[in-house]
């Protein structure tokens, strides 16, 4: 029945020119006519078919927490144990050559995502993740170590791209915001699992090698769960097996809603099997939604975000907060922020949540400047400086943390979602790793101030940047926002 009033109405739709770079209007209006003209008097699917399917997803995300924050509390006593204890070079390139191999994993991620499918992509991430564990726990020197890293930083750079695919890819429209927030939690509690087991590390010799041998556990649990999980509809119908892809959208959607799902994902699909070119993303037709898309991941990261994780042990030991309380502090103002987005994903929108969280993060930068300013005391400066960090990882972990990484593969039409996804990732990449190096650097030079002013600045620039050019997908399916974002030829 959608499907034949869908053709009754197709030309209805107005096409939005590709060079129409500045005004999101008629992409808006297009939503909102497929919203009333597909979903009269149609219930939506279950979501409980596709909950464990996403669920088994995340784990890749919790592993991409967890290893980011593995080598926070037991770098020193992996420094004294391998022997560059005082050498911060060596130390620097132990956190950092993850970057080095998650920017490799993320290049390749889209290639490998097309060529295998989504599941064989996750069994791809967490084979390095488990070799490099393995071989971080065992080694007994530097080169060891470093190696382990960047294998596990391979799979790092895989997974989150993987991740968004598959739950964009098998969510039903009308849970699919709050499938897509399960990623950033599963972030929050990867990364606060990293500091929980790590607490023993300085009583306990050698704890840090358990540490990283906990590690292979949930890798060999998500290699496993993918034995048995759905492979993508989208993908499946890529490759021209279009009876495999049925019976996915079944395990997912219900018998019910598997006809329809297969007749909407065919009017866009049917004739994009050719090869994708990254002179394409970049040049061609689709340049429009990678350009917004890789903005957005870049403004995330020069919003300054990492740079508050990185600095708010000082800040909180500046107001006689130990570390590991402000470390717990930071991760439970995550993990809420996170839990809230989940339940207004679906309910506001996703330009909604992105548009008030950079708002939100450029009031909290500018509070944090001015606790480094002259003009308040120290006692108001400490309190400027705290509230102002919580807030920002609050408003960041509403919106701008979760919602880029959903958003995303809900724009890219299915023929370069996974390339396309790879190419913004790698932007992500590529600027947390030069924020990273430059920001205390930077705040030497510079001071907080001025620092904290730039990181406001590129909040309201990203405020800008989503009223113009972020169009709202909540509860629309992916054929829905395809065909009002198509370009013309």
């Not at 704890?207 to 509809?233: D, G, K, N, Q, Y």
């Amino acid at each position: 029945m959608w499907a034949g009033h869908y053709r009754e109405n197709s030309s209805m739709y107005k096409r939005t020119p590709s060079r129409d770079c500045s005004n999101m209007e008629d992409v808006e209006e297009n939503l909102d006519l497929l919203d009333n003209v597909l979903d009269k008097g149609t219930p939506s699917p279950s979501w409980k078919l596709s909950l464990p399917h996403v669920l088994a997803a995340t784990i890749s995300s919790f592993l991409f927490g967890y290893h980011l924050g593995v080598v926070n509390e037991p770098l020193e006593s992996i420094s004294m144990d391998l022997g560059f204890r005082g050498n911060t070079l060596a130390e620097g390139l132990v956190v950092s050559i993850c970057l080095g191999g998650a920017l490799i994993g993320c290049l390749l991620s889209g290639w490998i995502a097309d060529g295998v499918g989504r599941r064989r992509a996750f069994q791809l991430c967490a084979l390095p993740m488990i070799i490099g564990a393995s071989m971080s726990a065992a080694t007994n020197n530097l080169f060891g170590m470093l190696v382990g890293r960047l294998f596990v930083g391979t799979g790092l750079g895989l997974g989150p791209p993987v991740a968004s695919l598959y739950v964009t890819e098998v969510s039903p429209a009308s849970v699919r915001g709050t499938y897509g927030a399960f990623i950033q939690i599963a972030t929050c509690l990867g990364l606060m699992g990293s500091l929980f087991i790590g607490i023993p590390v300085k009583a306990i010799s050698g704890w840090w090698r358990v540490c990283f041998w906990v590690a292979t556990i949930p890798a060999a649990i998500l290699a496993i769960a993918m034995v048995f999980c759905a492979e993508s509809p989208h993908w499946l119908y890529k490759q021209g097996r279009t009876a495999e892809a049925e019976v996915e959208f079944e395990r997912l959607l219900g018998v019910s809603e598997a006809k329809f799902a297969m007749s909407e994902l065919s009017k866009v699909d049917r004739d994009d099997t050719d090869t994708v070119n990254l002179s394409e993303l970049l040049h061609g037709r689709h340049s429009k939604v990678v350009f917004i898309g890789s903005t957005l991941f870049a403004l995330q990261q020069l919003s300054g975000i990492n740079a508050v994780f990185y600095f708010s042990s000082t800040v909180f030991k500046s107001a006689g907060v130990p570390s590991d309380i402000a470390n717990v502090c930071i991760g439970i103002v995550n993990l809420a922020g996170s839990i809230i987005s989940m339940g207004l994903m679906d309910k506001l929108g996703r330009k909604v949540l992105l548009f008030w969280s950079f708002f939100g993060m450029a009031i909290a930068m500018i509070l944090q400047a001015t606790g480094g300013s002259s003009l308040v005391s120290n006692l108001g400066a400490k309190y400027f400086s705290v509230g102002g960090m919580l807030l920002f990882v609050l408003t960041f972990a509403l919106g701008a943390g979760p919602v880029p990484g959903l958003l995303l593969p809900e724009i890219f039409p299915g023929r370069i979602r996974a390339k396309a996804m790879a190419v913004c990732m790698s932007v992500h990449w590529v600027i947390n790793f030069f924020v990273g190096l430059l920001f205390l650097r930077l705040l030497e030079k510079l001071g907080s101030q001025l620092l904290y002013s730039m990181f406001a600045t590129f909040c309201i620039m990203a405020v800008i940047f989503v009223k113009r050019n972020v169009v709202e997908t909540k509860g629309k399916s992916l054929h829905e926002i395809e065909i009002a974002l198509l370009p013309q030829d």
